[in-house]
């Protein structure tokens, strides 16, 4: 028997690997390669402030442009059971693209109000090397850190949270922000993530699924809203695909919504145009009326 610990986890295995841990390990190989040879993309998707129906941010998420399996949303191969160093190779790569790519669209004038972006940061890749490379990234765009948002899942920090902890006051220190992703879905408390230099929740989209039939759900969000904002904290709402829902949200107090309803994740040419849109619509109201638009 061979048995292999592999972050809080523990596997056993017979002589062979069973089926599951090669298919992991090919999976692992691919990654690499794909990494390689520009296979990986970024998709973006708004969040949109509530009160004044206006992008308020954006997040990135990872696309692999798959030869043979087409293009694969990130459940099917970011996952907290790859290895580690790929893991955090990959989460390197995402930075570098989406610095890259905001520093773009600020060229191209399309940053017309405040837009942080957000990248989905995985545990393993908060190492004490990540605030060097976050400050490389910055200054090799020109962004100012307040544009850089750092999204981590709830249910995977809890784990980790001494180690985690002081890594990201290092990097809040410098003006990025940091959103707490999936939240509700960790069986942690405020009380335990505010050893963390926490500027967002991001309420997890199985709060917001039913909505409209379960008065629990709307219950959770209320809570979880009053509390964030007595901490000076920003909600937002994952998931959002109805007005119905969306109403909802707003009689709550909640600050910010994405999800299917305004936009589903758009690759970098959709987001440019959907982005120009914008700011042509907001450009063709007098400014008095800017702030409403
Ligand atoms: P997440 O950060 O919570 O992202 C939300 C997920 O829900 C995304 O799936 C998004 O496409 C999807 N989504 C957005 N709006 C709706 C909606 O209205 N309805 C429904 N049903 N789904 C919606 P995606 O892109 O497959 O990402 C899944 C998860 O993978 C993300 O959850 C995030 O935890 C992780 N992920 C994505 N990109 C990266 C990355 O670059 N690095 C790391 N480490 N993880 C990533
Ligand atoms: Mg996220
Ligand atoms: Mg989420
Ligand atoms: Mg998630």
Redesign the pocket.
């Known amino acids: 028997h061979v048995k292999k610990e592999q972050r809080g986890r523990i596997y056993f295995y017979n002589d062979h690997l069973n089926s599951r841990v090669m298919e992991r390990m090919q999976l692992e190989r691919e990654l690499q390669q794909a990494l390689d040879k520009g296979e990986l993309e970024l998709?973006y998707?708004p969040k949109i402030d509530i009160a004044s129906d206006r992008i308020a941010g954006l997040?990135?998420?990872?696309r692999w442009r798959h030869p043979q399996r087409g293009l694969l949303?990130?459940?099917a191969f970011?996952d907290d059971a790859i290895e580690a160093e790929l893991?955090a190779k990959?989460?390197d790569w995402?930075i570098a693209a989406a610095c890259t790519q905001l520093r773009r669209w600020q060229d191209a004038g399309l940053e017309f109000y405040e837009m942080p972006l957000a990248?989905?940061?995985?545990i393993p890749?908060i190492n004490p090397d990540l605030p060097s490379y976050i400050n490389q990234e910055l200054q090799r765009t020109g962004l100012h850190p307040s544009y850089l948002q750092l999204?981590i899942?709830e249910s995977l920090l809890i784990r980790d949270l001494d180690r985690v902890a002081h890594i990201l006051q290092e990097i809040s220190h410098t003006g990025v922000t940091i959103a707490i992703?999936?939240f509700g879905t960790g069986y942690s408390s405020l009380s335990r993530l505010k050893a963390l230099p926490i500027d967002i929740l991001?309420i997890d989209?199985s709060f917001v699924r039913n909505l409209e039939l379960d008065r629990n759900d709307s219950a959770i969000i209320a809570a979880i809203v009053n509390m964030a904002h007595a901490l000076d904290l920003k909600v937002v709402a994952?998931?959002?695909?109805t007005e119905a829902q969306l109403n909802i949200l707003r009689e709550l107090q909640c600050d910010e919504h994405?999800?299917?309803?305004y936009s589903?994740?758009l690759n970098a040419h959709d987001m440019t145009v959907l982005l120009k849109r914008k700011q042509r619509r907001l450009r063709s109201i007098p400014a008095s009326r800017a702030l409403t638009a």
Do not use: C
């Open positions: 998709f998707q997040e990135a998420l990872i949303r990130s459940g970011i893991v990959v989460g995402v990248v989905n940061i995985a890749q999204e899942t992703d999936d991001k989209q994952e998931g959002v695909e994405q999800g299917y309803l589903e994740p």
